[in-house]
């Protein structure tokens, strides 16, 4: 119950930052082999309580059928499955990073050092519609040793980390990198981190080199 707990306070705590809608997003939480906690279906998302959480096992299977599974449940376990490191997702529409992937743009992770180094470098996954397996093979497929953030075209953001809490504040601080790149752009431009400073902060976050050419 505890960790369920903890997956129903990230959700509330998602929605009270203003980061998803009461019928939107999804939270899930690997707890043991073969069993996941996801936030359920057609529940507020602004109050949610721990007996609201499914219990999921990883072939699907709803060992809590009170409760209806949310349409994103493939993808949550498509990305168990193949990232077997990763231990919780986070998936919602925060309207800041959402914009940018209705304007194909992407977001310059490089315009403050905590971005770059919490968020690295954000992947667009094409379009799919919500809730199939399409969709869920290609935010799977993204997700690698340099990239925890996923920007899902006409859709949302999805995060995953080693807790619950690294999920959260990776999607947190993305929303926030994103009001910066619009700001910096009404501004009149922005002054990015360079390949050098970049690749400092790799080493310092002990993940493999930027690409990025400067």
């Known amino acids: ?116 180094a919490i968020v690295g470098e954000p992947v667009t996954a094409p379009y799919a519609l919500q809730g199939t397996q399409e969709l869920a093979d290609k935010v799977a497929r993204c997700l690698n040793a340099r990239t925890c953030c996923v920007l899902m075209q006409n859709h949302g953001v999805l995060t995953v980390g080693d807790n619950l809490l690294q999920a959260f504040d990776r999607i947190e601080v993305l929303e926030n990198t994103a009001k910066i790149n619009v700001f910096a752009l009404l501004l009149g431009g922005s002054n990015k981190l360079n390949l050098r400073q970049c690749r400092e902060l790799d080493a310092q976050m002990g993940r493999p080199t930027s690409r990025y050419d400067d």
């Open 1 to 116: 119950m505890e960790q369920k707990q903890s997956v129903a306070d990230c959700m509330n705590r998602l929605y009270a930052r203003g980061l998803t809608t009461t019928s939107g997003g999804n939270i899930s939480l690997r707890v043991e082999e073969g069993l996941v906690l996801l936030t359920p279906s057609a529940t507020d998302k602004g109050n949610m309580r721990p007996e609201q959480i499914a219990e999921i096992g990883m072939d699907g299977t709803n060992h809590t059928p009170h409760l209806k599974p949310s349409i994103e449940t493939g993808m949550h376990l498509e990305i168990f499955r193949r990232h077997p490191e990763v231990k919780a997702v986070v998936h919602a529409h925060p309207p800041y990073a959402s914009a940018f992937t209705v304007a194909e743009r992407p977001i310059n992770v490089r315009l403050i050092a905590e971005s770059y």
